[in-house]
């Protein structure tokens, strides 16, 4: 990873943490969609598992890209994987909602995770064509997608949370209505800014956002650790704690990056305090 980075551009080493991160995450959704199946459902089992090991390949020659070529070469070829992953998610989702199989996969789990895959897709697409800059479209398009993810985190925390746990039901239900008002509100902000330049109002949304995100983060993590030493009552993993924890520290660094790339898009834009 270190010759890689000395080799291309800054941006291009960004693009390949960006890769790895989201190809662990696929890796990991693969194991938790087979964890979840029922015993009888052997050929989603069997399916799942082989996504697992398609991912957990790409994951590891990833560390083997030396040069930008590959890395392109590498790109296209994780494009088929994802494609691949998306339409079975997209199956299974039709086959829990027409209720065809049983299991512990909750039918909005696997919308949330086939939202993920093509969200993925499509940064890959972005990669290929290199436009990986935040123009005000796409920066409301990636806060309406991952404050609705951060929601959907809370909503699934709750329903594994021991109903005993009340104090951490109680937080987690309250993130989930805040993040899904955030997101009621940066739906309006892609209406009103369609095409338009940044103002101050989609600044301070973003400081709003970030703080959100920080506390929400900082439950996770809180979450993550008592999980992990059983001293909380669920039927959460530690490794699905740990994965939505990395998914919210993933979130503060998109958003890290759409305030950096803000006050470039327009000079006549006027920062506020807030």
């Given amino acids: 990873m270190d010759i890689f980075c000395r080799e291309v551009k800054p941006y291009e ?8 991160f989201w190809l662990r995450i696929m890796k990991e959704h693969s194991l938790f969609m087979k964890l979840g199946f029922a015993c009888s459902d052997t050929e989603l089992i069997c399916q799942a598992e082989e996504f697992y090991n398609v991912f957990e390949d790409l994951e590891k020659h990833s560390y083997n890209i030396k040069c930008d070529e590959e ?8 494009m088929v994987a994802v494609k691949n992953i998306f339409a079975f998610k997209r199956h299974v989702l039709h086959l829990l909602i027409e209720c065809q199989i049983g299991g512990y996969n909750y039918p909005l789990l696997i919308d949330h995770i086939s939202r993920e895959a ?25 806060n309406v997608f991952w404050l609705r993810h951060m929601a959907d985190h809370a909503r699934f925390i ?5 109903p005993s746990e009340r104090g951490f039901v109680e937080k987690a239900n309250a993130f989930a209505v805040q993040f899904e008002q955030l997101q009621l509100q940066a739906r309006d902000l892609d209406s009103m800014l369609w095409h338009f330049c940044p103002n101050n109002d989609l600044i301070r949304f973003e400081k709003d956002v970030t703080q959100a995100t920080v506390q929400i983060r900082d439950f996770k993590e ?14 959460i993993p530690p490794l699905l704690a740990d994965h939505v924890l990395r998914e919210a520290e993933y979130f503060l660094e998109v958003l890290e990056q759409i305030q950096h790339d803000i006050p470039k898009m327009d000079g006549k834009i006027v920062t506020c305090d807030y």
């Fill in 158 to 162: 709750v329903g594994l949370l021991d």
């Fill in 118 to 142: 093509m969200y993925f897709l499509k940064l890959l697409q972005k990669i290929q064509d290199g436009e990986m800059k935040y123009p005000v479209d796409s920066i409301v398009s990636d």
């Fill in 71 to 78: 890395f392109m070469a590498f790109v296209s070829r994780i």
């Fill in 13 to 20: 080493c960004l693009n390949m943490r960006r890769v790895q």
């Fill in 222 to 235: 809180a979450a993550r650790d008592l999980i992990s030493t059983c001293k909380v009552i669920s039927l």
